[in-house]
Every structure is written in structure tokens, then in C-alpha cells.
């Protein structure tokens, strides 16, 4: 979640994703969801420019203000699809597991 009213959001974006990856590679590899908060600061003209810089580089941004509950059903929309996206990796990981531990009981 970054602060949209700060005075350069992008790069401080920027600085989190640096110091998450050296914190660790892996963390910093998997998804993620961007989140605009304090929305609501910002007039809209700048709030365009500054959405079109975060998904040139970023991609998909979701755009909230947390004080007015703007946006936030798209928030938990968001983590609810990624969420059921891992489980479903997850079980489909578990069935190769099986698969796997069943061809190398019949071959023993």
C-alpha cells in the first residue's frame, strides 16, 4: 500500500520493493497487489498522471481512499482471486506429489 498523497509515491514504492528484495529475493519475487491509498488528497488530473506512472511500471494499480471506503470491495476482491489462485496451485502441487509417489511405489 502506498501513500498517493506523499510527495513522490512511485519512488517510494520504488524504495520499499529495493529493501523487501534485500531482505529477501524470494519474498520479493512472488505477487503482488498495489494499492493507492489516500486517493481522496489528490485532485484528478493528478491522480491520472500518477496511476499511468505506477502501471507503466507496475502494472495493475487499485486505486483506494481507506477514510471514505472507496474501493476497498476491490481490495478484498483482489486478495479473495489471488488467494484462490495459491490454494489452487497448492492442490494441483499435492496431486503431482501424489502422481510422483505413486510411480516410484511401483517401480520399487
Do not use: W
Amino acid at each position: 500500500m502506498v501513500d498517493a498523497s506523499q510527495e513522490d509515491p512511485l519512488n517510494a514504492y520504488r524504495i520499499l520493493r529495493d529493501e523487501l528484495h534485500l531482505y529477501s529475493e524470494e519474498l520479493s519475487n512472488k505477487s503482488e497487489i498495489i494499492v493507492l491509498n489516500k486517493i481522496d488528497l489528490l485532485e484528478q488530473e493528478e491522480l491520472n498522471k500518477l496511476t499511468k506512472k505506477f502501471e507503466k511500471e507496475c502494472g495493475k494499480v487499485v486505486k483506494i481512499s481507506a477514510i471514505q471506503r472507496n474501493n476497498i470491495d476491490e481490495v478484498l476482491g483482489n486478495v479473495v482471486d489471488y488467494l484462490n489462485e495459491l490454494e489452487k496451485i497448492e492442490q494441483e502441487q499435492q496431486i503431482d506429489d501424489i502422481e510422483e509417489n505413486d510411480i516410484t511405489d511401483d517401480e520399487a
